[in-house]
């Protein structure tokens, strides 16, 4: 189902994404992809940064603002678009899901773009479509110069 698909997103986005990796640490960054799918994947065209509202003893974990997801749902319903997926970075380095992002059964049929920065790993990122059981690898095609 998803052979051949991909997530496109500009350098931009994905220099933004790693640099609030960093900055969250050594606890998590959130936010939302804002975008459209298209007939080869999946396109993203801006992004919302959350707080990370998870306890703030838990650093691996994330929680998106449910107020911020809230505006955004009628800030979409007002202007169109869609919310494709969802950001979040991995202080552990490992830039795929975790046991607790495959518990969660959240966002599936969207994207989860996974960005892994430690204090001693450089940033790498990876991109899912969460189906109902798993994270199926998305290719990532990073466009524009940045
Ligand atoms: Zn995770």
Not at 9 to 31: D, K, M, N, V, W
Not at 44 to 55: D, F, H, I, Q, W
Request: hydrophobic residues 40%.
């Amino acid at each position: 189902m998803t052979a051949g698909r991909a997530l496109r997103i500009a350098s931009h986005h994905l220099a933004r994404i790693g640099e609030e990796a960093r900055i969250a640490l050594p606890r998590e960054c959130c936010g939302l992809l804002l975008g459209r799918e298209t007939i080869d994947g999946w396109q993203v065209t801006e992004l919302v940064t959350s707080p990370n509202v998870a306890p703030a003893d838990r650093h691996d974990r994330f929680e998106i603002d449910p107020q911020i997801l809230i505006a955004v749902q009628k800030r979409l319903r007002r202007e169109g678009g869609a919310m494709i997926g969802i950001y979040h970075s991995h202080p552990n380095g490992r830039a795929t899901p975790s046991d607790t992002d495959l518990a969660q059964a959240w966002q599936i049929g969207k994207i989860w773009v996974i960005a892994a920065l430690s204090a001693d790993t450089p940033l790498s990122l990876g991109a899912f479509l969460r189906t109902d059981t798993a994270f199926a690898p998305v290719p990532v095609i990073a466009e524009g110069t940045g």
